[in-house]
């Protein structure tokens, strides 16, 4: 089992930085695979960033590309998510996930685990 419990988040104005902090216990051994999702109200959930747990790779959605930064620190066991320039359409609960397989790392439904969800809120 891996545990996951996010952090940070909150209010903002369009233009400002946010970030959001993801803390990985258990087995984080047979984690692959870290990413961030979003979910808006009325909305699916999506896809914003991963990072490989082993290499660091990185992966963006387009919305976010240049303004978001996925990072990880495997000593602390932590995943981060910097978000800078933040638009009204950032809104959302953003959730940590974690993948125990090098599946399709957009698709939520190859993700294994799930934080509990931290809100943001971005106001124009």
């Known amino acids: 089992q891996v545990q996951l419990v996010e952090s940070g988040g909150g209010l903002g104005q369009a233009g400002d930085s946010l970030s959001l902090s993801c803390a990985v216990s258990?087995?984080?051994?047979?984690?692959?695979?870290m990413a961030w999702f979003r979910q808006a109200p009325g909305k699916e959930r999506e896809f914003v960033a991963a990072?490989?747990?082993?290499?660091?790779?990185?992966y963006y959605a387009d919305s976010v590309k240049g303004r978001f930064t996925i990072s990880r620190d495997n000593a602390k066991n932590m995943v981060y998510l910097q978000m800078n320039s933040l638009k009204p359409e950032d809104t959302a609960v953003y959730y940590c996930?974690?993948?125990?397989?090098?599946?399709?790392?957009?698709?939520?439904?190859?993700?294994?685990?799930w934080g509990q969800g931290t809100q943001v809120t971005v106001s124009s």
């Open positions: 258990g087995r984080t051994l047979s984690v692959y695979t």
């Open positions: 990072i490989s747990w082993k290499n660091g790779s990185t």
């Open positions: 996930a974690a993948a125990i397989s090098p599946a399709p790392i957009r698709s939520a439904t190859i993700y294994d685990y």
